[in-house]
Nanobody, 114 residues
Framework: QVQLVESGGGSVQAGGSLRLSCQAS????????MAWYRQAPGQEREWVAH???????AIKDSVQGRFTMSRISARKTWYLQMNNLKPEDTALYYC????????RGPGTQVTVTS
């Protein structure tokens, strides 16, 4: 079993930045890829980014250039750096393993005000 916990969300003004963290525990040796998703109220889940191993992350086109994804393997932690945030980025953000049982965390709320 893999457990994931996100942190780093909050309320920021448009143009601000946040760095989300996804801390993994348990059978972390099973994690080969990680994804970030977001879901706004009343909307479908939306893929934001994913990274396989230590490779270059794939980033959703609409946030390309503003969001980046990284990891520190030794800390078993993945990050989503979000810059120049916009009100439409407001959502619950969560990480989820790709494979490894598809474990996901509870999420962290990001609210961007204009």
């Amino acid at each position: 079993q893999v457990q994931l916990v996100e942190s780093g969300g909050g309320s920021v003004q448009a143009g601000g930045s946040l760095r989300l963290s996804c801390q993994a525990s348990g059978r972390t040796d099973r994690i080969h890829a990680m994804a970030w998703y977001r879901q706004a109220p009343g909307q479908e889940r939306e893929w934001v980014a994913h990274q396989t191993g230590g490779g270059s992350p794939a980033i959703k086109d609409s946030v390309q250039g503003r969001f980046t994804m990284s990891r520190i393997s030794a800390r078993k932690t993945w990050y989503l750096q979000m810059n120049n945030l916009k009100p439409e980025d407001t959502a619950l953000y969560y990480c989820q393993t790709i494979g490894a049982g598809g474990s996901r965390g509870p999420g962290t709320q990001v609210t961007v005000t204009s």
